[in-house]
């Protein structure tokens, strides 16, 4: 399958500082790519569509002035947690769609949040 | 408000039986779901999939199942092995398509198979 590269794995951070999440597709060029949030215990749950080349798509609850979202490239997408506090601690995982179907959707490993 | 629910959170079965996991789901717009198997440190892969326009999806050792009336999914794992110790995510979408393919997941089961 298609590889997804998510980095860095773990952060651990300050309160008030922010935090930069970088997700590459290797083999395979994304239009779009997905970002999660999954808190203990809890669901994946949808942060926001990234589209190359256009703002993001943020789902309802998500402030987008905190979770910046860049697809700059067509391999590359970012999400920087600005200002960041400890109830930003979470598992972030990114998604990038290689093709069409949800079955062509390939996930990076994630990256653990913690603020201090 | 939890769309898409896995009720249980970890299953235990003998290596060599059936591993049935069970999914159920509130929005009646889904028409697309889908079983993810998720190793420690890494993200979760595609497993396999069912249209709402099917009841039955097989794959090898993996069947879906699919009971729109009931709004409740499963998947069986026949025979179960070693290596299918994992965290098997559901997950539907109201998009097949791939310009829309958000998907809702939920929480999760831990299969464990003893061998």
């Known amino acids: 399958g298609a590889v997804v590269s998510q980095h860095p794995s773990r952060v651990i951070c300050k309160s008030g500082t922010s935090v930069k999440i970088e997700c590459r597709s290797l083999?395979?060029?994304?239009?779009?790519m997905f970002w999660y949030r999954q808190f203990p215990k809890q669901s994946l749950m949808l942060m926001a569509t990234?589209?190359?080349?256009?703002?993001?798509?943020?789902e309802q609850g998500v402030e987008k002035d905190k979770f910046l979202i860049n697809h700059a490239s067509l391999t590359l997408s970012t999400l920087t947690v600005t200002s960041a506090h400890p109830e930003d601690s979470s598992f972030y995982i990114c998604?990038?769609?290689?093709?069409?179907?949800?079955?062509?959707?390939?996930f990076g490993s994630g990256t653990q949040l913690s603020v201090l | 408000d939890q769309q898409v629910k896995q009720n249980s959170p970890s299953l235990s079965v003998q290596e060599g039986r059936i591993s049935i996991l069970n999914c159920d789901y509130t929005?009646?717009?889904?028409?697309?779901f889908l079983w993810y198997k998720k190793y420690p440190a890494e993200g979760p892969t595609f497993l396999i999939s069912?249209?709402?326009?099917?009841d039955k999806n097989e794959d090898g050792r993996f069947t879906v199942f699919l009971n729109k009336s009931a709004k409740h999914l499963s998947l069986h794992i026949v025979p179960s092995q070693p290596g299918d110790s994992a965290v098997y995510f559901c997950?539907?979408?109201?998009?097949?398509?791939?310009?829309?393919?958000?998907?809702?997941f939920g929480k999760g089961i831990t299969l464990s198979v003893r061998p």
């Open positions: 998604s990038a769609l290689s093709g069409t179907g949800a079955e062509k959707l390939f």
């Open positions: 083999d395979f060029q994304a239009t779009t």
């Open positions: 990234s589209n190359e080349g256009s703002k993001a798509t943020y």
């Open positions: 929005n009646s717009m889904f028409d697309y």
């Open positions: 069912i249209s709402s326009i099917k």
């Open positions: 997950a539907a979408s109201g998009h097949y398509t791939g310009a829309n393919s958000k998907l809702t």
